[in-house]
């Protein structure tokens, strides 16, 4: 791992990756993994994932097995269908050697990375990681989960950068889910516990309708357990199976936990005709079918304001507070989604002058956004 941060840093910056960084990145694994609510070993899966991405590179996903029958078209066939170099349609697409040589990673100079910007991006969700973990009594305060939970959405993290850097490297389908599940880990065990103190309700808790159940149910907890997990005892090759088969179990579109998230906030905070209109106005924006609609309004949002009226009322004080957390979060999501996830296709996109604004906005809208959360970022 720490090699494949010196590589991300070298592209970057010309220098490898903090040693003092290191350390605390170190700690911060070994801390996370010791936690009880932890059944993994945080550091030694990352390395894994990161090594299954050279070795994905190197062999364009063929594992050298014959197939002689395909396999779903929602899975990954290992005999190189799952292809490197997928992403020549994205804005951002300039092939780049993961390094100049194979001094730091064997291997590394065959790795063709297909974004690199975006790739190397991923080094800060270290950051944020150690943002959750490494409080120093900072931001301890502001939370009202228990450590343990909040040191599974740090692992979560953990695995995002990895993931992400193998969808951004790679543009493979493998990638792409590898990506993707944490963002959905993440938001649906940080909404059950905000939840977690109203009487429970399946629908609400698990943000799925009962139809979709078939299979059972497991928490955002216990996901990010075992999806840390398929990373450090199998294979690269198995990887995109077992994540396929743990999916059955919750509810990973992260857009409708997002959506859950805002109407939880909106119905503790808004009156009942703002938040109506802020929930159209949110399934516009994801794109949401009619069917996804139903759901948040009829099978979501009508139970969840059925438990709302059984709990104990929030103060004016406890609203106010409320509605700074929400609002800077949302400031981060929307300026994150105008960016990067094409939700708001305009000419800002590829239009070299803007970016440059972009990123020169950027730190005074993350400051902005955090003046509202309370919530400051490590380092």
Known sequence: MKKVLDLMSLNATNHTYSLQKWKILEEAMKGISEDDYAEFDLRDSIDK????????????????????????????NHNGSDYWDGMSNYLE???????????????????QIQQPCNYNSNIAYYSSMLSLWKGDGINDHAWSIPRGVKNLLAASFGTLGSGS??????????????????????????YQAAVSSLVYDEVVTHVMPKEEMVNGTKMGTRVINEFVNI??????????????????YFQ????????????????????????????KFLCQVFGFDQTMTDFLFKGYDTRLQTLLLTSPQLSSSDKRVLLKRGLGVLVKIGYAMTWQ??????????????????????????????ELTGIRPWG
């Open 252 to 279: 990973g579109d992260y857009k409708l936990t997002f959506a859950a998230i805002v109407t939880l906030n909106a119905r503790l905070e808004l009156p009942s005709r703002v938040g109506d209109l802020l929930l």
């Open 93 to 111: 697409h300039y092939l780049t050697p993961m390094g100049v040589d194979d001094d730091i990673i064997d291997g590394a100079s065959k790795v």
């Open 341 to 370: 996830e094409e939700l708001f296709v305009g000419p800002w996109l590829d239009s070299p002058g803007a970016n440059k604004i972009g990123a020169l906005v950027m730190p005074l809208v993350n400051a902005a956004a955090d």
């Open 165 to 190: 850097a193998f969808f951004h490297g790679s543009g493979t389908q493998l990638g792409c889910r590898i990506d993707n599940a944490p963002i959905g880990h993440i938001a649906l065990t940080a």
């Open 49 to 76: 994932m990161f090594d299954g991405f050279v070795q994905w590179g190197i062999t364009n996903g063929t594992d050298g097995i014959l197939h002689p029958q395909p396999t779903p078209d929602d899975n990954v």
């Open 231 to 248: 990373f450090q005892q199998q294979s690269v090759f198995e990887w995109d199976d077992s994540i396929l088969t743990l999916n059955q």
